[in-house]
């Protein structure tokens, strides 16, 4: 056997989400000007703030360009080739469960994620996102008892508009960036969520975007709204079916923290990730960023990525209250020809702000994965602190792993310290292991899962032995 | 007294690494209760064969057999030679980062109870029944909660194999040069928790330069290695022959010319 078999042999993986559901849907046509974004907003009966939010958006990102500085190596995109709105059909007029169309039910039941009463998780509240529209929010009303609000972002437009306008676009505005700025144009659904004062959110709060036509691309935007000495902790979950087309996902998520607030946001991104010589996949372009807009208020980020083709994302914390934290935990998993490029920014404003950075790269077969992040302390960030630590794991000859870390500091009162690592999964580690009667497979899972366990002990309970198992079907040839 | 019953046998095996010969011919036969030391030079192919027996899959047989337990061992991947019952000290035990001792050895003694039709031991049950194993080779408790290996000294490392032996309990074990690097007290540990763990139904080879160890456990047979052969079998005495004289003086009867 030559070095590399034994392992590329494990790599070799199924992605058991690719499946494609047959559902007629309503599609406008391709492309993106004024008149699209008008048809867009009309359909969804917005009010009139939020159409003008869209095509002041749509002039800003007409006048921009792409960020080429990621290195990330794919085809000009074509925007006038993108459908930018899909819905399953007649899915305005549902109401309840009962009439949402039984394909797309037992959609999310394949994927694990019942949407029905009986099936539930118990302590999990889904919001359940299909192309572009949101198909069911569960316990709504539970929720309610304790003032939360969750539902999709276009039910939040209609029932909450003075919310969804104080907020939106303010963490991120719309000319942040290229893809923040289409997004703004063009977004179709999402998730929203909002704690009242005081409310400890009583149960997790999740949202799982599937994207199944191959056309389309993904624009959700989600907004998530802790107010004083309120706490949330939320996850979300995204799947594709296997198109040989590239499909672009381009997201935004805001999040703001007040006094005393505290947010968690979990990911676990498994878009299809194009075939083993990187046809397909997803291209998934996303802004998230938070602001501690309170005193001694939290927001925590963390992700596991493994899916896409591409992925550019560096979910960020605005440190502007004073004592506030930002955390973020990132395990991203490539292989095959797969490109990540991700990591965090952390803006520390306020007195004593508090950041941490723990990142855990995977790479495999021919792929690239980057970390690029940002520690700013500005001048009057006193006692500002930072701990970064950027661990890349190589397997395999053939995979690259880089680091790119950004460290600029306004404050001499200030810390920020860094730590990186490279190593390797060894053919003599694996033959280490084997020789002790741990298969090939188990053996790899097991130093993946030693390797991101800083991170996995972040997740929440319930998520972490999924990601855990996620990585290691990843990375399993047999599970499929 | 019943006739003692054969564990391992080697039949002119040949091979190596990279497309480089390494072996060529050894010959060995291992009985229940026996302990075989193998000596020779650097590069003389001792390791090889460990690592042929234990199923390294950067070495290629081109010729020859390994039986154990009238199983055909080069069939088998290198986790179902564990299983069965062969172990392989190493010579430089590799660290395993982030993964824990004791996770490490709760899944590996799992595995092997399986074909021994034991049950599975869980976290607790585990953790009472490695204490016993601990004494053997004097190590602490807190080694189990470190990353296997993971910043060892060298003296830890190959207690840590020797723990590992206990653990799995197998039937032949090759012990590769696991006297080297260890000061005097530690080779004593080690050598205790060797004898400790032989038995009449197992069998263990020694690999190793010196005769030191061999002080501390006594082989049965003395087999000395060149030019990937086996070229002299004694016993104990030829050890300390080979000690006073040097590798040179012992050549391969069959080969002379090749000298």
């Known amino acids: ?20 559901t047959q559902i007629e849907s309503e599609k406008i046509p391709k492309g993106i000007n004024e008149d699209i974004i008008r048809l867009i907003s009309k359909k969804k009966k917005e009010p009139e703030f939020l159409l003008d939010f869209r095509l002041k958006a749509y002039k800003q990102w007409k006048m921009m360009d792409e960020p080429k500085w990621a ?6 995109i074509d925007y006038q080739d993108i459908i930018y709105y899909s819905a399953p059909k007649g899915i305005e007029k549902k109401k309840s469960l009962d009439e949402v169309d039984p394909e797309i039910l037992e959609t999310f039941d394949k994927l694990g994620i019942p949407l029905n009463e009986q099936k539930r998780l118990s302590n999990v509240a889904v919001d359940a996102v299909f192309d572009s529209v949101s198909i069911a929010t569960t316990f709504k009303e539970k929720l309610a008892e304790d003032g939360v ?93 296997m198109f040989d087309t590239n499909t672009l996902h381009a997201a935004v998520v805001e999040l703001i923290a007040l006094d005393d607030a505290s947010i968690k946001y979990s990911t676990v991104q498994n878009w299809y990730a194009g075939d083993k010589n990187g046809v397909g996949g997803i291209y998934n372009f996303v802004t998230k960023r938070g602001q501690c807009k309170g005193k001694r208020s939290k927001i925590s980020w963390s992700q596991v990525e493994t899916g896409s083709s591409i992925t550019w994302k560096y979910p960020s914390c605005i440190l502007q209250g004073e004592d506030s934290t930002g955390e973020f935990y990132s395990v991203a998993l490539t292989n095959n020809k797969q490109i990540a490029d991700t990591g965090t920014k952390m803006i520390h404003i306020g007195k004593n702000t508090k950041s941490t950075i723990i990142s855990k790269g995977i790479s495999a077969g021919h792929s ?10 500005g001048s009057k960030a006193i006692g500002a602190k930072n701990y970064s630590q950027c661990d890349s794991l190589l397997i395999g000859d053939d995979a690259e792993a880089n680091t790119y870390p950004y460290l600029h500091s306004k404050q001499i009162k200030s810390n920020i310290e860094h730590e990186a690592s490279t190593s390797k999964i060894s053919e003599d580690q694996l033959f280490y292991l084997r020789s002790r009667g741990i298969s090939n497979e188990e053996a790899i899972s097991m130093m993946v899962s030693g390797f991101c366990r800083d991170v996995f002990n972040e997740l929440p309970m319930e998520f972490a032995s999924e990601a855990d198992s996620l990585l290691g079907l990843k990375l399993e040839g047999t599970v499929g | 007294m019943n006739q003692k019953k054969i564990i391992l046998e080697i039949k002119d095996l040949c091979g190596g690494i990279e497309g480089k010969d390494i072996l060529n011919g050894v010959n060995l036969k291992v009985y229940e209760g026996e302990i075989h030391a193998l000596m020779g030079r650097n590069g003389s192919g001792k390791s090889t064969l460990s690592k042929m027996i234990a199923g390294h899959p950067e070495y290629t047989i081109t010729s020859g057999e390994i039986i154990f337990r009238n199983k055909d061992l080069t069939q088998l991947d290198p986790e179902e030679r564990s299983n069965i019952g062969v172990f392989l ?66 003296g830890e490392k190959k207690r840590n194999e020797i723990l590992q032996m206990a653990l ?57 290695m060149k030019n990937g052969e086996i070229i002299k079998t004694g016993g104990k005495e030829l050890a300390i022959e080979l ?17």
């Open chain 2, 168 to 224: 799995l309990e197998p039937e032949v074990s090759i012990l590769d040069e696991t006297d080297s690097g260890l000061d005097i007290d530690a080779l004593r540990i080690v050598a205790a928790g060797i004898n400790k763990l032989h038995s009449n139904e197992s069998a263990t080879i020694l690999i190793t330069h010196y005769q030191r160890l061999l002080n501390e456990i006594k082989p049965d047979f003395v087999h000395i």
């Open chain 1, 368 to 377: 690239k994965n980057t970390y690029r992040g940002k520690v700013h302390i």
């Open chain 1, 71 to 76: 290195d990330l190596n794919y085809p000009d």
């Open chain 1, 149 to 241: 609000i969750f539902c999709s972002i276009s039910e939040a437009v209609e029932e909450y508009p003075d919310l969804v306008k104080q907020y939106l676009g303010k963490v991120v505005p719309i000319n942040d960036n290229f893809f923040a700025a289409l997004n703004s144009a063009v977004f179709s659904d999402g998730s929203f969520v909002y704690i009242p004062k005081g409310v400890e959110c009583p149960m997790e709060l999740s949202s799982y975007f599937r994207i199944n036509s191959g056309d389309t691309g993904q624009f959700e935007r989600t907004l998530i709204i802790a107010e004083e000495r309120s706490s949330v902790s939320y996850l979300e979950g995204c799947t594709a079916p």
């Open chain 2, 243 to 259: 000690e006073q004289k040097g590798y040179e003086t012992f050549q391969n009867p069959f080969n002379e010319s090749k000298e």
């Open chain 2, 89 to 154: 000290g190493f010579q430089y035990p590799i660290e395993i980062p982030g993964v824990k001792n004791i996770d490490f050895l709760r899944v590996a003694v799992n595995e092997r109870r399986k074909i021994l039709q034991k049950s599975e031991l869980d976290t607790f049950e585990f953790e009472e029944w490695i204490e016993e194993k601990l004494k053997i080779v004097k190590m602490d408790k807190d080694f189990l909660e470190r990353g296997v290996n993971e910043g060892f000294s060298g």
């Open chain 1, 1 to 20: 056997m030559t070095k590399n078999s034994t392992v590329s042999k494990v790599l070799e993986k199924e992605y058991k989400y690719g499946f494609l």
